[in-house]
């Protein structure tokens, strides 16, 4: 229908100009921004769209994605301090991303706007979690935003740490759809961590996930036999794979003919450049 098209077109003419006002500027966005998602909403599903529909269906996408590149680009910086108290916060992707949906109503979607979502088939999807990839973009593209965030994910989970003393006492854990556990040998602390699998594919999925959410990191328990260092702090600990099982498996790989080819990750010994930057240091 002509009116989609015209009420896409309307609105797309309306899109709010940026300025350095962090305040301003996320108030008439906010404005923008749910009146996109309410011409979204009034149309009829993807798969049973007409063309004008679709149309108008895409410019609300493209229009509403290059507001938020816009204004993540500009405010990026405010946002983040915004949620996390300048910085003195640890937050995790997930909280902060629907955290900063209440912040700045339409920047990313809520999290009832993703399960319904969740619901649909992939064809059926209007890829409202591309505005997410934008908002967390624009966080990992700053320094001091990215460093900051990057250090949030690494941190322990407060399930992780309600499990440790049971984890020290018994060298393992079962966390139901996981179970963690430490092997010592002479040389390196592996921690191996096995999936119980349940009884469809669908089940894995959803279960794997939350396994992954509350599994301990044993590396970040224990002193580890072997760091690698990549000029980044903390050093990152490598305890799965002693230094002579690594040094045999590079060693067997054969030169590859192109690195964009190869069939096997790079090898380390081969490639000098490689090599030098990841140096490894018995600790």
């Known amino acids: ?26 108030d008439v966005h906010s404005t923008f921004w749910t009146k996109g998602h309410e011409l979204l909403a009034a149309l009829p599903g993807k ?22 590149e816009t204004f993540m680009r500009q405010h990026a910086a405010s946002v983040y ?3 996390t108290k300048n910085q003195t916060n640890f937050v995790r992707a997930d909280i902060l991303a629907y955290e900063a949906a209440n912040l700045v ?26 505005d997410q990839g934008i908002f967390f973009s624009h966080v990992l593209a700053r320094p001091d935003t990215g460093t900051h965030f990057c ?15 049971d984890f020290k006492a018994r060298g393992a854990v ?47 328990r224990n002193e580890p036999m072997v760091l690698m260092d990549c000029g980044v702090s903390p050093i990152w600990p ?8 690594r040094n ?15 069939p096997q990750p790079v090898s380390f010994i081969t490639r000098a450049a490689d090599r030098n930057a990841c140096s490894f240091d018995a600790s």
């Not at 920047?107 to 059926?124: C, F, H, I, N, W």
């Not at 250090?151 to 003393?165: I, N």
């Open 1 to 26: 229908m002509q009116i989609a098209t015209d009420a896409a077109a309307s609105w797309s003419a309306a899109r709010p100009d940026i300025t350095k006002d962090f305040q301003r500027d996320a």
């Open 47 to 68: 798969r049973k769209r007409n063309p004008e529909q679709a149309r108008a269906a895409e410019t609300i996408l493209d229009v509403g994605r290059a507001t938020r």
């Open 81 to 83: 301090a915004a949620l």
């Open 105 to 130: 109503p339409g920047l990313v979607p809520t999290r009832a706007q993703v399960y319904a979502q969740g619901d649909k088939m992939q064809s059926e999807k209007d890829g409202i979690e591309v």
């Open 151 to 165: 250090h949030a994910m690494l941190l322990p989970r407060t399930e992780s740490l309600a499990r440790l003393d």
């Open 174 to 220: 079962d966390l139901g759809t996981a179970a963690v556990m430490r092997r010592a040998s002479g040389s390196a602390t592996a921690s191996i961590t096995t999936e119980n699998a349940p009884a469809c594919v669908t089940a894995w999925a959803s279960s794997s996930i939350g396994a992954q959410s509350a599994s301990s990191r044993p590396w970040a």
């Open 238 to 245: 490598i305890t799965g794979t002693p230094r002579s099982t």
């Open 248 to 262: 045999a498996m590079v060693s067997a790989m054969r030169r590859p003919p192109s690195s964009l080819i190869a």
